[in-house]
Every structure is written in structure tokens, then in C-alpha cells.
């Protein structure tokens, strides 16, 4: 794998030469930063030119993120709006004998010993997402599995800084972005037959997009909405 920086009319472009059949060209949130991955056949000249070609596609897709919406900081104080499964609630904290974090009517409540500072409020909240997430998680993948007739594989829960998910498909394991649990169950939905399908195709090609439009119809509209739903701080797929 080689890797070259080239600016191309004003565009600084980071290009990835590896062992793939096509050009794949790439704008990442949050700030339009842009990639191309490259068949290591092509010269560089030729993969300047095939930018050159998209560069109105790049100025869009960049103009898109930096009009989307980003979720603020948060400093887990009562009466702060949260989100959870798509919905929004207002955050209770409590002082309790034990920890403890769950729903109550339109209240996320976090029960925790007195003198719990942010940092330790905000690991209780995101356990309780962990939790939760993984629950859902863990039916999606075992109802496509079924449909896929796919061994139902491993799965693993964390913070990523570029992706919704993964897959490694040598080793037949799924990631997925803690950051979804905050999401409708529509956009954990296609995260999971998203990764899933890259058990038969790694690549996103016309074979990816039958598998996906076979498995889940509906792909196109929630991978539209879980785009336009507010970014994390942090640079997310």
C-alpha cells in the first residue's frame, strides 16, 4: 500500500495505491476532507484527472457537511436534552445509594452517588447506551443472519472516530459506533444489513447495492435519514 498527497485545483487529496480493481473517491464529515483509493496500476497523473472530473460532486458533498447539524458538547447537568433510540429526553440526575441509569417518561434519569463529577456521569450514560445498544444490535443481526443464511457472526461495541461500522471479513467480526445508540432503530437497522452484507461483497459495487437492495429495500431512505440526523463532535461515516 502506497499513499501520496496531491493537490488538484486547490483540493489537497490523500491517495491510497492498493490491490483493488477501481478508483473509489471519498468526502469525509466533518470537514470535506478528501480521499481516493487507487488501483496500484494507475499513475498518479491519471487518478488527478479522474479527481478533476468530480470536483463538482466534492464542492456538493462538502457544502452538505458543513451545513449538517452537530451535536453540541455535553456537560450531564439536569434538564440537559439527550438522545436515545432516536427520541429526545431530558436528562434527571439523582443522588442515589447506587448507580443506576434508565428511561423514565420522556427523562433519562442518572442515579449516582453525591459528588459524581461529568466525566463519571457521562460513563454511567454511555454504559447504559452500550446495554441497550447492544440488545438491539444483537436481534437485528440474528434476524438477517437468518434471512442471509449467514452463521450469525461476533459483534463488538466502541467509539469510532470515522465509521457507523465495520466488518472483517477474514475474521467474520462486526463493529459498531457506540454513537448509534442515540439513532432510531431504522438506522441501527441498515448499519447492521449495511456490515452484514460486506460478509459477501467487501466492496460498495453494483453486486453490494443488489445485496442491499434484495435484504433491505428500504436502504436508500434510512441511509438517507441517519445522514441528515445530527453528527457526533467527532468525525463519523
Same mark, same amino acid.
Given at each position: ?63 452538505? %457537511?458543513?451545513?449538517? @447539524?452537530?451535536?453540541? &458538547?455535553? $456537560?450531564? /447537568? ?6 436515545? +433510540? ?89 463493529? %459498531?459506533?457506540?454513537? @448509534?445508540?442515540?439513532? &432510531?432503530? $431504522?438506522? /441501527? ?6 456490515? +452484514? ?41
Amino acid at each position: 500500500m502506497i499513499k501520496e498527497s496531491v493537490k488538484v485545483v486547490g483540493f489537497d487529496v490523500e491517495v491510497t495505491f492498493k490491490d483493488i480493481k477501481n478508483l473509489h473517491l471519498r468526502v469525509h464529515p466533518p470537514h470535506g476532507k478528501v480521499t481516493v483509493s487507487s488501483p496500484l496500476f494507475y499513475d498518479l497523473d491519471k487518478v488527478k484527472i479522474y479527481i478533476a472530473t468530480k470536483l463538482g460532486w466534492i464542492k456538493k458533498e462538502q457544502q452538505k %457537511f458543513l451545513n449538517q @447539524l452537530r451535536e453540541q &458538547p455535553r $456537560d450531564f /447537568i439536569t434538564q440537559e436534552t439527550h438522545y436515545f +433510540l432516536g427520541a429526545k429526553y431530558l436528562l434527571l440526575v439523582q443522588i442515589g445509594e447506587r448507580n443506576r441509569v434508565y428511561i423514565d417518561g420522556d427523562k433519562l434519569v442518572v442515579q449516582t452517588r453525591e459528588g459524581a463529577d461529568r466525566a463519571y456521569k457521562e460513563k454511567l450514560v454511555y454504559q447504559f447506551y452500550r446495554k441497550e445498544l447492544r440488545i438491539r444490535l444483537q436481534r437485528y443481526i440474528e434476524e438477517y443472519s437468518k434471512v442471509m443464511g449467514l452463521e450469525i457472526p461476533d459483534f463488538k461495541i466502541r467509539v469510532m472516530r470515522t465509521k457507523w461500522g465495520s466488518c472483517a471479513t477474514e475474521l467474520k467480526c462486526l463493529w %459498531f459506533n457506540i454513537e @448509534l445508540a442515540k439513532k &432510531p432503530l $431504522d438506522s /441501527i437497522e441498515y448499519v447492521v444489513v449495511h456490515e +452484514l452484507v460486506h460478509l459477501f461483497e467487501r466492496h460498495h459495487n453494483k453486486r453490494f447495492v443488489l445485496l442491499m437492495d434484495e435484504y433491505l429495500p428500504s436502504w436508500r431512505l434510512q441511509k438517507k435519514i441517519l445522514n441528515e440526523l445530527a453528527l457526533p463532535m467527532y468525525e463519523v461515516k
